[in-house]
């Protein structure tokens, strides 16, 4: 198991008066989440990946945190995504879709940033055909969510918050 040190990556620390920055959070969704709605809506629901976006910045809002998403099929994107977030994110919700069970190198991206990492999929992969059950990130993320639909990722950014907060406090 690989063990992983959490700091703080962005400037501010978090107050219920808005008196410092929020939280900085990525979200990032892997291949055919922009099909959302319309793929397989018996395993993924009808909700859109839009529609996802749109409340998880809004609750994101009432917990004074920042939320950016971005979304790709392409493997080198989203690593080149999570690069991009060092220093700047606070914490990552992370869900690579079929590269959850491929993905060295995203894997390898995610250790180099040194962010929280919250896995999240939207449906329980345990559930699902044999080959699903394998994370190549289970072991570097921070926590997993599964098996909730979109509700998924609104728990993940609310215990985003909670690691975050958690963290900084141990700092100081």
Same mark, same amino acid.
């Given at each position: 198991?690989?063990?992983?040190?959490?700091?703080? $990556?962005?400037?501010?620390? @978090?107050?219920?008066?808005?008196?410092?920055? @929020?939280?900085?959070? !990525?979200?990032?969704?892997?291949?055919?989440?922009?099909? +959302?709605?319309?793929?397989?809506?018996?395993?993924?629901?009808?909700?859109?990946?839009?529609?996802?976006?749109?409340?998880?910045? $809004?609750?994101?809002?009432?917990?004074?945190?920042?939320?950016?998403?971005? $979304?790709?099929?392409?493997?080198?994107? /989203?690593?080149?995504? /999570?690069?991009?977030?060092?220093?700047?994110?606070?914490?990552? +919700? +992370?869900?690579?879709?079929?590269?959850?069970? =491929?993905?060295?190198?995203?894997?390898? %991206?995610? +250790?180099?940033?040194?962010?929280?990492?919250?896995? *999240? &999929?939207?449906?329980?992969?345990?559930?699902?055909? %044999?080959?699903?059950?394998?994370? =190549? /990130?289970?072991?570097?993320? &921070?926590?997993?969510?599964?098996?909730?639909?979109?509700?998924?990722?609104?728990?993940? !950014?609310?215990?985003?918050?909670?690691?975050?907060?958690?963290?900084?406090? $141990? *700092?100081?």
């Amino acid at each position: 198991m690989v063990k992983r040190t959490i700091g703080s $990556q962005s400037a501010g620390v @978090p107050t219920k008066t808005g008196a410092a920055n @929020p939280i900085a959070v !990525l979200v990032v969704h892997g291949p055919n989440l922009n099909m +959302l709605g319309e793929r397989e809506p018996e395993v993924y629901g009808h909700t859109r990946l839009a529609d996802i976006d749109k409340e998880l910045k $809004q609750l994101g809002r009432e917990l004074e945190m920042k939320v950016e998403t971005f $979304q790709s099929n392409s493997e080198g994107a /989203i690593v080149d995504r /999570i690069q991009s977030a060092r220093g700047k994110s606070d914490v990552l +919700l +992370l869900n690579p879709g079929a590269y959850t069970h =491929t993905s060295v190198a995203i894997r390898d %991206a995610i +250790l180099a940033v040194a962010i929280p990492v919250i896995e *999240v &999929h939207l449906s329980n992969v345990y559930r699902r055909e %044999a080959f699903r059950h394998h994370s =190549t /990130i289970a072991d570097v993320a &921070h926590g997993r969510i599964m098996g909730f639909g979109a509700e998924s990722y609104s728990l993940a !950014l609310r215990a985003a918050r909670t690691i975050v907060e958690t963290s900084r406090k $141990q *700092v100081d």
